[in-house]
């Protein structure tokens, strides 16, 4: 089996090459380094059964072998990512999915679309099923992203009806781990560097907001399985556990041994009061439930982390807020 994975340099495509690999498949990486680092893929150099395409996939590509899946995850992801690049985000899921949609047809293959928690924008019903249609700001700062990936939903499920294209959709809620950039400015990297540094967390608003955060292990079986599963509908795919920000920071602290106070900035405009996925689906459909809790996946984070701070002079990357 051969497949393609957009956005392989990244935090989660990356490890997603590798659990493909790990499955004996061939995988074709197209990445064009926008947010991902080909370091993440450094230890794949030479493996005979991966590839690395330098690529921008908001333009189409034609790949001469054949492939049997096409799994999209080419995105900016984090906030202040999207929001230094709206365009960028816009295009890659918009004429990105077109494209990654146009080249799993032209295969006959199996297609795969990394959509996100943010479709349910700032939910008005909690936790979250995948029967939820959301409540997002099509015109707010954040819109560039939700609504990015509502327009890809809506293409992968027409694709799906007009040509019969056998579609996979999933909805991945805030996942953390290994090879997150300590740059990416999202509340775990942030808050760890921080902590390995002995400087402020910064919290946003007064951190009363939540997060369910889902350890990149988890998250990937849940992307594997979905994959090779019969499911058509979206499947939620994040660890039910809910935390607020503020509790974040104090298990942070705990972890790097930080006794620095807390930093207070403004909340980010729209940002979800609350979020937390039901899983039902996922269990149901997929035999899956997460299996690391987040004391467990912060230690593990932790030391990937302190091992780069020790070697670099790497920074968090904090949202002004407006
Ligand atoms: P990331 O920023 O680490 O990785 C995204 C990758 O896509 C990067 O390597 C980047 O260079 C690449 N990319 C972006 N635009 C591209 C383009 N036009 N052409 C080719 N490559 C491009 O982010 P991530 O956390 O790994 O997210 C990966 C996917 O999962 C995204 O689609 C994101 O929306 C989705 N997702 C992630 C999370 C999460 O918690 N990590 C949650 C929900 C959804
Ligand atoms: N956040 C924070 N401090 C930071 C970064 C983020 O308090 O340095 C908050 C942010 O306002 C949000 C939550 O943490 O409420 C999660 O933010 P993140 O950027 O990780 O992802 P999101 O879930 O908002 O997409």
Redesign the pocket.
Known sequence: MRVAI??A?????SHLVDRFLAEGCEVVG???????APTNLAHLEGHPRFRLVD????RPLYLGTKLDGVLH??????PV?YLELPI?TLK?GSL?THNTLGLARKHRARYLL?S??EVYGDPLVHPQPESYWGNVNPVGPRGVYDEA?RFAEAMTMAYHRAHGLDTRIVR????YGTRMRPGDGRVVSNFIVQGLRGEAMTLYGDGSQTRSFCFVEDTVDGIFRLYHSGCIDPVNVGNPDEFTIRELAGLVMKETGSSAGPEFLPLPVDDPAVRRPDIGMARRTLGWSPVTDLREGLRRTVAYFRRLVEEEDVRPRTLGGT
Do not use: E, M, R
């Not at 197209?30 to 991902?36: M, R, Y």
């Open positions: 957009t956005g340099a990244g935090f989660l495509g197209v990445d064009n380094f926008i947010t991902g690529h921008d996939i908001s995850f080419a995105s900016p992801a984090s990512d960028q890659v990105g990394a996100t928690s990936k991945i809620f805030n996942t």
